[in-house]
Every structure is written in C-alpha cells, then in structure tokens.
C-alpha cells in the first residue's frame, strides 16, 4: 500500500480511538493487516530488495508516495483542531511506521531491526507469493478510492 493509504487510515483509527496510545498500535496493526491485500507493488519491491534492480524506478516511487503523504498530513494539520490532530498524529506515525521500519534497516542492515523487516514483509507477501499480485495501475486506483472515502470518516 502507499504511505499515503497508511496514513490515511492511520487517522482514521486515531479518530475513532480519541485515545493516542491505542492510535499508535491499531495503526501499526493496521499496517500490517493491509499490506496483506495485494497492491501491485511486489514487483518494484522484489527487484529493489532481492534483485537489486530498477533502484531508481523503486526510490522514486516511494519518494512520490512520500511527497503526497505529507501533503495529505500536512493538510489535515491545518483544517483539524488540534487535540484532534494528537489522535491523528499518533495513528498516522503508527500507520507508517512498518515501512519506515524496512527502509532503515535497508540502509543500515541493523541486527536490531531485522524482525522489523521480516514481520513486514511476512504480512505484505503473505498472499502475493502464493496467488500473485495485481497490477499496479489497478492497485493505485483501489488506494485513490479508498483514500477518498476514509476522508469522509475524518
């Protein structure tokens, strides 16, 4: 999924939480459990990570993500009141967090993050590499829609 969609549940949950702590963990839960639907990002994913690939192609990918993911926050910073946005904050952080997680311990190679990086990727391929994945024009599709509609919860 994009951070995009990640945050956008992410706050959703916090939202729905009112309560910062237990926003931090449904959204990191939920990172997880999402990331178990196929999204069409296996590909760019399998050719940065095992083939080492299209790193370009991969790096600008995730950096568009990011760049629409901090718009999306940064625009619900400044149409939210602020005690709201405290939930929000916390489960957008939790939301993001596993991907965050993966692309320190891809830079650092860390011992202390590798359970990291294989919980993740045991939930983002639990369903892809024994079914295959969907195609990734489709997969964005599905996110913008659904992006759209969690906006409407907040």
Excluded: C
């Excluded at 729905?16 to 990191?28: D, K, Q, R, S």
């Amino acid at each position: 999924m994009t951070l995009t969609t990640h945050a956008t549940l992410g706050a959703v949950i916090g939202r729905a939480t009112g309560n910062p702590a237990l926003a931090f963990i449904f959204g990191f839960i939920s990172h997880l459990l999402i990331d178990m639907i196929p999204h069409g990002d296996t590909g760019t994913s399998d050719n940065f990570r095992i083939y080492k690939r299209r790193r370009k192609q991969a790096i600008a990918y995730v950096m568009v993500d990011a760049a629409v993911a901090i718009f999306f926050v940064l625009l619900l910073a400044n149409t939210k009141d602020i005690n709201s946005m405290r939930t929000f904050s916390w489960g957008i952080v939790g939301g993001v967090l596993p991907d965050f997680l993966v692309g320190v311990y891809e830079i650092t190679k860390s011992p202390l993050l590798r359970w990291a990086y294989r919980l993740h990727f045991f939930f983002h391929d639990f369903f892809v590499k024994r079914r295959g994945d969907v195609p990734l024009f489709y997969a964005i599709m599905a996110q913008v829609v659904l992006i759209a509609y969690l906006q409407t919860k907040l």
